[in-house]
């Protein structure tokens, strides 16, 4: 009979044979001999009675050898294959088709489609499989999913024929460990392969040596496409941390020849706006930039596209959703008269705020700048709304402002605005003291000048301050370098801060909270009468950054945008007051903006206050509050490490497969047996084993005449 085992290792347990024969032979009982004169007062035996002990004694050992093989062969699990006894039964095979789903399979090779022949690939397998045989199926575009379980090879090449490839990139390591998983359920998975159909994609390979596979289990691995193929991608595209600086659009040639005057095409809000044309060697990557146009407040939409087509064109587009908040108004105080523009005490402010002053485009650069004499001030302040509102105020030394100015300008900031003070021959401290006592962090004292020779300069400066945010990095410069001739005396008021002092420690810009708005002050003119800060690089940033933090505006940029999408991967987008909702959506939904019959996804809010989503579609997506309104607008594109069409060869492939060293991978289970179907013999085994055992202990105790 052809009899295999489950545990054939257990068979070595029959070496223990030789224990009951080791046992009878030092438990046997020898009679000693010994020397007598006469036998006859000795009682005579039947030597019949010796030969039947000695029988039995062989029996009990045959007995004892029998129980113990019978339990060793019912421990190692013999059982006969289904289909002995004269009927041959084919070994059924089990096959896991890994089918790469992933962007790249969406390239096409001197004008062929890759796609295609994936599906022909995963036909032709199915189509070799008999029909006992049987396949799974799982697909490797972002996280590895099983579509089937194992079934006939007729159910799997439905669900083949019904697959799409994805937007998202592919993990052949994270696949082969699920292959692993459905290889390691089965019964009997002696019989089983994994085929892995791919583009083998380098960068999709990286970690097939992340998941061991037993050493038995055999991968072969069939590549579609080519080794090499030529593609030009757009791989990312960045607004400017400084808003004078253009956008960053990213571009790398992943092909094998050089690629030259290649363009790009720029849309706005869906127009086309202008081309730009680049050339990029083998292998290189470098940024391009582009000056939008100026525009008004809102969300914008931005698209940079490819003109010329390659491998893969998914990858030839690259989107990007800002928003252009609306500017902060900015009303500087004027008290000089028929006097050349570059003559007025706030010129050097207003020019750093708004390069475009005066022009058609004065509101372009983030700050809406308006200069008023001193009697405009508390109508102006009167006329704020909501719709339009007054976020800071600049104040130059000036010998006095009319009553309803000063009443105004002291109730204007208690309820929420921003107010800068600056020093100056034309100041009247006492009369400034006495007018802004309360508001004022500190108060004007006495002019003095420094030694002409040796002029003041700024020691120290809080770098935490938003104030001085634009010089935090490193190599950003800082106003060291600007000199200051003349200063007041100043004495910080109490719940005040010294945010920077002269290199003698005393006060250069001092603020403090009043109400709900806040005031600078700093100890020096506003044009270049005391200082020459206005002329160096350094002074725009600082007015921007301390205008902007006196608005309220610190953290913003002129252009914002929500963190772009990347297709196949989960996002956080930060909403807005709803972290603590206890709905699973919270209204808050996200919706393809090009695709209006497609109702929007709600979004899952997680306790973070964010909420996640996963967009499979490359576009501009809107994001709506619970009211319907628009709350943002983002871009998604595609990852840009499916951009990178180099491929493995098979062989290395199945080279770089990780494979188990423990001795249980060495030898496949279904050697050892594990078939569904067979004919299980350990029970009868263990049984005759306990009869047997049973006749033993009878036949032990049986005396003997």
């Keep these: 009979m052809p009899f295999l085992f489950t545990h054939a290792f257990l068979l070595s347990a029959l070496a223990g044979l030789g224990i009951p024969v080791l046992l009878h032979l030092l438990l046997k009982q020898r009679n000693p001999r ?48 289904e289909g002995w006894g004269g009927k041959t039964r084919p070994t059924r095979r089990d096959v ?12 096409t090779d001197s004008g062929k489609p890759r796609w295609p022949a994936v599906l022909e690939e995963a036909r032709r397998i199915l189509g070799g499989l008999a029909d006992t045989d049987r396949a ?14 194992f079934a006939p090879a007729s159910v799997i090449r439905n669900t083949v024929d019904a697959l799409k490839p994805g937007s998202s990139s592919g993990d052949l390591g994270e696949a082969l460990r699920e292959a692993n998983a459905l290889v390691a359920s089965l019964e009997s998975p002696g019989s089983s392969s994994i085929v892995v159909i791919s583009d083998l994609q380098r960068t999709g390979a990286e970690g097939l040596d992340r998941n061991p596979l037993p050493r038995w289990l055999p991968v072969r691995f069939v590549r579609v496409g080519t080794a090499v193929a030529p593609n030009v991608a757009l791989t990312d595209l960045r607004l400017p941390t400084d808003p004078q600086q253009p956008l960053l659009l990213t571009i790398a040639n992943f092909g094998d020849q050089a690629v030259v005057n290649h363009t790009v095409r720029w849309f706005l809000d869906g127009k086309p706006v202008s081309d730009t044309s680049f050339s990029r060697g083998t292998g290189q ?34 989107r990007l959703a800002f928003q252009v908040p609306e500017p902060v108004r900015v009303v500087a105080i004027e008290n000089r008269n028929q006097v050349r523009s570059f003559e007025e005490q706030t010129f050097f402010l207003a020019a750093a705020l708004d390069p475009f002053f005066g022009g058609t485009h004065a509101a372009q650069n983030g700050f809406r700048v308006e200069v008023l004499r001193p009697e405009a001030v508390a109508a102006a302040l009167g006329a704020a709304t909501k719709s339009s509102p007054l976020d800071v105020v600049l104040l130059p030394a000036m010998r006095s402002l009319p009553g309803d100015a000063v009443a105004a300008l002291n109730g204007w900031v208690e309820q929420g605005g921003g107010l ?7 100041l009247e401290p006492s009369r400034f003291n006495a007018e802004f006592g309360t508001l004022s962090p500190a108060q004007w004292g006495a002019v003095t000048a420094s030694e002409v020779e040796v002029p003041w300069r700024i020691g120290a400066y809080d770098r935490s301050s938003p104030v001085f945010r634009p010089f935090a990095p490193a190599r950003s410069g800082g106003p060291a370098s600007a000199e200051f001739t003349h200063r007041h005396a100043v004495t910080p008021a109490p719940g005040s801060s010294v945010l920077a002092r002269f290199d003698d420690g005393h006060p250069f810009l001092v603020g403090r909270p009043f109400g709900r708005g806040w005031v600078l002050l700093a100890n020096t003119s506003a044009d270049t009468a005391w200082t020459d800060w206005p002329k160096h690089k350094s002074f725009v940033p600082w007015i921007t950054a301390s205008v902007g933090y006196l608005a309220d505006r610190g953290d913003e940029r002129r252009l914002r945008s929500l963190e772009p999408l990347i297709t196949g991967t989960e996002a956080r987008i930060p909403l807005d007051g709803v972290g603590s909702s206890n709905s699973p959506t919270a209204g808050f939904r ?29 576009g501009f997506y809107s994001l709506s509050d619970p009211s319907g309104r628009e709350r943002g607008r983002l871009a998604a594109n595609p990852p840009p490490i499916e951009s990178d069409l180099a491929a493995l060869d098979p062989t290395v492939a199945e080279h770089r497969v990780a494979r188990r060293t423990d001795a249980e991978s060495e030898l496949p289970p279904g050697w050892l047996g594990g078939e569904s179907g067979r004919q299980e013999w350990w029970r009868v085994l263990l049984m005759a084993a306990l009869v047997f055992l049973l006749v033993e202990t009878v036949v032990a105790n049986r005396s003997t005449p």
Excluded: C
């Design 136 to 149: 799974a199926l799982i697909a490797m575009g972002g996280q590895a999913e099983v579509l089937s379980g």
């Design 34 to 81: 010994m020397r007598v004169s006469t036998l006859r007062f000795f009682e005579v035996r039947d030597t019949r009675s010796t030969a039947r002990r000695k029988l039995r004694n062989w029996l009990l050992l045959l007995l004892r050898l029998l129980v113990f093989a019978l339990i060793v062969l019912g421990f190692a699990r013999p059982y006969l294959p």
């Design 285 to 318: 990557s470098g940024s391009l930039e582009w000056k939008p146009p100026r525009l008004g407040p809102g969300w914008h939409e931005i698209e940079a596209r490819l003109t010329e087509t390659d491998a893969l064109a998914e990858d030839d587009v690259r």
């Design 420 to 426: 800068f003070l600056f020093g100056g021959e034309s």
């Design 590 to 618: 996200l919706g393809l903006r090009s695709d209006t019959a497609k109702p929007p996804t709600p979004l899952e809010v997680g306790t973070d206050g964010t909420g996640r989503i996963e967009v499979d579609t490359s």
């Design 96 to 107: 896991v088709i890994l089918i790469d789903s992933s962007l790249s399979l969406r390239a």
